[in-house]
């Protein structure tokens, strides 16, 4: 079975700094998909970004991108100049294959607060 | 713009009485996920519709079921819900040939049980 584990239930962070965020999986498969999303405090589930872990390139969009260590199982986010627009919780994910279709498997995820 | 649409945002309901929640989806997806977000934790995987093919998780108490009419609609039924029954119900959808892909999520329907 896949786990999904963010070590970090809450985080702040400053207006226009960097903060990065962790996420570790189990698994045994050797080609899948990570996922993180974004959850404002308005509830909607937003999709930040996704690596295929086939991919050696780490994945970027904008200020946005993934340091990706296949052999450790790592998958952390990393964010920079944070914007007051960022606070939310964030949820590393893990798409597995499950009978005939593909689902999340998420962490619990972190709680990102940035301050003015 | 193709969204994906849960009805109603909030619901109140009784302890044991049926309560039926809707999803409706334009982005012409083949596949329609639930998930139940209890307070403070991660969504967990109900079921989903792989096309009119239903899958159960294995851990999916028997309370709760689903039914797609059409491509564009996906219900979830709760026979009789329970005090832990109480939380946000996410309806999500992908378009699934050949390979993974992202899911895209409603905004969820806050069920209250009292």
């Known amino acids: 079975a896949q786990t999904v584990t963010q070590s970090q239930p809450e985080m702040s962070v400053q207006e226009a700094e960097t903060v990065t965020l962790s996420c570790t999986y189990d698994?045994?498969?050797?080609?899948?998909?990570l996922f993180w999303y974004k959850q404002p405090p308005s509830r909607q589930m937003i999709l930040v970004i996704r690596?295929?872990?086939?991919?050696?390139q780490n994945a970027t969009e904008n200020r946005f991108s993934v340091n990706f260590q296949k052999a450790a199982k790592s998958f952390s986010l990393k964010i920079s100049d944070s914007q007051l627009g960022d606070t939310a919780m964030y949820f590393c994910?893990?798409?597995?294959?499950?009978?005939?279709?593909?689902?999340?498997?998420f962490g619990k995820g972190t709680s990102l607060l940035v301050t003015p | 713009d193709a969204m994906v649409i849960q009805n109603p945002r909030y619901q109140v309901t009784q302890f044991g009485k049926p309560v039926t929640l809707s999803c409706s989806q334009t982005?012409?997806?083949?596949?329609m996920y639930w998930y139940q977000q209890k307070s403070s934790q991660a969504p967990k995987l109900l079921f989903h519709?792989?096309?009119?093919?239903?899958?159960n998780e294995a851990d999916t108490p028997d309370n709760f079921q689903s039914r797609r009419p059409n491509t564009s609609f996906c219900f979830l039924d709760i026979r009789s819900p329970g005090l832990g029954d109480a939380a946000m119900y996410l309806c999500?959808?992908?378009?699934?040939?050949?390979?993974?892909?992202?899911?895209?999520f409603g905004p969820g329907t806050r069920l209250t049980v009292t």
């Open positions: 994910a893990f798409m597995k294959w499950v009978n005939s279709g593909y689902a999340l498997n």
């Open positions: 698994t045994s498969e050797n080609n899948y998909y």
């Open positions: 519709y792989y096309d009119k093919d239903f899958n």
């Open positions: 690596q295929e872990a086939y991919k050696q």
């Open positions: 999500a959808t992908s378009l699934q040939s050949g390979g993974a892909y992202e899911q895209y």
């Open positions: 982005l012409n997806h083949n596949v």
